[in-house]
């Protein structure tokens, strides 16, 4: 990707961010906020549910996918951390991020990879603007930070915009994202840490992954909060 087009990507998501919280400040105004995982009223991850996903347990799996050196998850996507990435990625609650972070440090630290890079799964900039945010770079950039290793929004970008996978069955899913990935020439030669939130069928790491090999990346790697 140009820097340039990084750098638009990254004001996109500054100004898409901070409009969705104009957006849920204005509406709770109105309408109370809702727990997205008790219900409760008054917020949109209660306390008591934040100190549930804090205690709940790290369940470290791994994955073999296309193209990828090793893929690694903290846990099923069920119970409170599904409601926790669900929270998280569709409702605004971006104050789970170092919860859900802690849980990707945690899985990292017990790996022997050996990495240069953080980059996030990407959006393409119509849906940065329509969430506001990139719940993978929000991970990706704290978990970055806490490991010491350097952070790389704009290594790789959409070139095209695609459904959203969460709609679509295990086979669709692969087509949609075929060829919608490239990666910059400076992945050539570096050992990168994929991030994303959930992994279902791969198919969007597997196709990110693919444009890092076909900039001669080293070695490829993933974290995800959770396994569908």
Same mark, same amino acid.
């Given at each position: 990707m140009s820097q340039q087009a990084v750098t638009q990507n990254a004001n996109y998501g500054r100004l898409g961010l901070w409009a969705v919280k104009a957006a849920y400040w204005l509406q709770d105004l109105v309408f109370p906020p809702i727990c997205g995982h008790c219900g409760r009223v008054d917020t949109r991850f209660c306390r008591v549910c934040r100190d549930e996903l804090a205690r709940h347990p790290l369940q470290i799996s791994h994955h073999k996918l296309e193209r990828l050196d090793d893929v690694c998850t903290t846990g099923a996507q069920q119970?409170?951390? $599904?409601s926790a990435v669900r929270a998280f990625k569709y409702e605004g609650a971006t104050d789970l991020r170092d919860l859900l972070a802690e849980r990707l440090i945690m899985a990292v630290s017990r790996q022997s990879w050996r990495l240069d890079l953080v980059a996030p799964a990407p959006l393409h900039a119509d849906r940065l603007l329509e969430r506001g945010y990139?719940? $993978? @770079?929000l991970l990706g950039e704290r978990l970055a930070h806490t490991l010491g290793i350097r952070y790389e929004p704009g290594l790789l970008g959409r070139v095209r915009n695609t459904r959203q996978q969460a709609r679509l069955s295990s086979r669709e899913r692969r087509r949609n994202v075929v060829g919608a990935f490239a990666a910059d020439p400076a992945a050539r030669g570096l050992s990168v840490l994929l991030v994303d939130d959930v992994v #279902? #069928?791969? @198919?969007t790491l597997s196709e990110c992954a693919a444009a890092l090999r076909a900039r001669n990346a080293e070695a490829v790697? $993933?974290?995800a909060i959770s396994r569908a």
């Open positions: 119970d409170v951390l $599904a990139n719940q $993978a @770079a #279902t #069928t791969g @198919a790697y $993933a974290i």
